[in-house]
């Protein structure tokens, strides 16, 4: 698979910022779709997955609420919709993908990953 990330960069708190992960190189219509995001000197954590199958969901408790996953038509790009933003949401941002369903946010089960993009929140 291949990854083409954008929209990263600057924000102040409460500001917002939309992630775009373009995906290519299928060998299944089905996969699930994740951001994860790694704060210097924190583990990889994960933000939020979308199954591009079913339209399904997860969220970390600290972005629900405020951040929105989605795809487009076709399921090769998936959004992050960002509101809210706290400094604490600081982070490199990669896209990463599994085949199938997985839902559930440990970077252990996606196997193909983007080369980040980085979200700095800060006054």
């Known amino acids: 698979l291949q990854f083409v990330e954008s929209g990263g960069g600057w924000a102040q708190p409460g500001g917002s910022l939309r992630l775009s992960c373009a995906v290519s190189?299928?060998?299944?219509?089905?996969?699930?779709i994740g951001w994860f995001r790694q704060a210097p000197g924190k583990e990889r954590e994960g933000v939020s997955l979308?199954?591009?199958?079913?339209?399904?969901?997860v969220y970390l408790d600290s972005v629900k609420g405020r951040f929105t996953i989605a795809n487009d038509k076709a399921g090769n790009t998936v959004f992050l919709q960002m509101n809210s933003l706290q400094p604490e949401d600081t982070a490199i941002y990669y896209c990463?993908?599994?085949?199938?369903?997985?839902?559930?946010?440990?970077?252990?089960?996606?196997?193909?990953w983007g080369q980040g993009t980085q979200v700095t929140v800060s006054s």
């Open positions: 979308i199954d591009t199958a079913t339209g399904s969901t």
């Open positions: 190189g299928f060998t299944s219509p089905y996969y699930t």
């Open positions: 990463a993908a599994t085949l199938g369903t997985r839902l559930t946010l440990l970077a252990t089960y996606f196997g193909s």
